[in-house]
């Protein structure tokens, strides 16, 4: 059975960093494009980064120079290292096994609440 | 970058009523189109892919049309279940954007 699971998110302060992991099961993650998308609380959902099976990455431009995914092959996770993090990036964060023909979110995890607060 | 309006925002309807969804693109985009729906508390699922073609196991109630810069959501016949919130999803270039979203309510 596919599943995603998040963790990693919290109450920070503005400046700070988190790093949130997605732990998958069922399928490998380095095979696979892999998304993080966010939504902030009651609004709609946004597209943050995606690593592609080959190793490349592509960033938003509200986040590019201060996110970064990446994944770790052995323990099939995917990883988004956030830096000097702001109220705005305030959002749920979900990972989300990506089609690699038309660019689909196939398959989400349940997200992890990430909270940017002085 | 691709601009994704959905109208209306927000619906009201009844049970059994065919509701009808739209999307509309700043630019062309092919058929780069995806339909997803998210109830409160959730994450959103995968419905629609490619404008038109249904996911595994999506009830066939649900349906996708369009191509270049107009799309349609068609729910044929409305279940209690479907009251949920509906995105469109653009992913002919990066960065890929959502529509604002549209909220079906119960009437």
């Given at each position: 059975?596919?599943?995603?699971?998040?963790?990693?998110?919290?109450?920070?302060?503005?400046?700070?960093?988190?790093?949130?992991?997605?732990?998958?099961?069922?399928?490998?993650?380095?095979?696979?494009?892999?998304?993080?998308?966010?939504?902030?609380?009651?609004?709609?959902?946004?597209?943050?980064?995606?690593?592609?099976?080959?190793?490349?990455?592509?960033?938003?431009?509200?986040?590019?120079?201060?996110?970064?995914?990446?994944?770790?092959?052995?323990?099939?996770?995917?990883?988004?290292?956030?830096?000097?993090?702001?109220?705005?990036?305030?959002?749920?964060?979900?990972?989300?096994?990506?089609?690699?023909?038309?660019?689909?979110?196939?398959?989400?995890?349940?997200?992890?609440?990430?909270?940017?607060?002085? | 970058?691709?601009?994704?309006?959905?109208?209306?925002?927000?619906?009201?309807?009844?049970?059994?009523?065919?509701?009808?969804?739209?999307?509309?693109?700043?630019?062309?985009?092919?058929?780069?189109?995806?339909?997803?729906?998210?109830?409160?508390?959730?994450?959103?699922?995968?419905?629609?892919?490619?404008?038109?073609?249904?996911?595994?196991?999506?009830?066939?109630?649900?349906?996708?049309?369009?191509?270049?810069?107009?799309?349609?959501?068609?729910?044929?016949?409305?279940?209690?279940?479907?009251?949920?919130?509906?995105?469109?999803?653009q992913s002919y270039s990066i960065p890929w954007t959502f529509g604002q979203g549209t909220k079906v309510e119960?009437?």
């Amino acid at each position: 059975e596919v599943q995603l699971v998040e963790s990693g998110g919290g109450l920070i302060q503005p400046g700070g960093s988190l790093r949130l992991s997605c732990a998958a099961s069922g399928f490998t993650v380095s095979s696979n494009y892999m998304s993080w998308v966010r939504q902030a609380p009651g609004k709609g959902l946004e597209w943050v980064s995606i690593i592609y099976s080959g190793g490349s990455t592509y960033y938003a431009d509200s986040v590019k120079g201060r996110f970064t995914i990446s994944r770790d092959n052995s323990k099939n996770t995917l990883y988004l290292q956030m830096n000097s993090l702001r109220a705005e990036d305030t959002a749920v964060y979900y990972c989300a096994r990506t089609s690699n023909v038309y660019w689909y979110f196939a398959f989400w995890g349940r997200g992890t609440l990430v909270t940017v607060s002085s | 970058d691709i601009q994704m309006t959905q109208s209306p925002s927000s619906l009201s309807a009844s049970v059994g009523d065919r509701v009808t969804i739209t999307c509309r693109a700043s630019r062309t985009i092919s058929n780069y189109l995806t339909w997803y729906q998210q109830k409160p508390g959730q994450a959103p699922k995968l419905l629609i892919y490619a404008a038109s073609s249904l996911q595994s196991g999506v009830p066939s109630r649900f349906s996708g049309s369009g191509s270049g810069t107009d799309f349609t959501l068609t729910i044929s016949s409305l279940l209690p279940e479907d009251f949920a919130t509906y995105y469109c999803q653009q992913s002919y270039s990066i960065p890929w954007t959502f529509g604002q979203g549209t909220k079906v309510e119960i009437k």
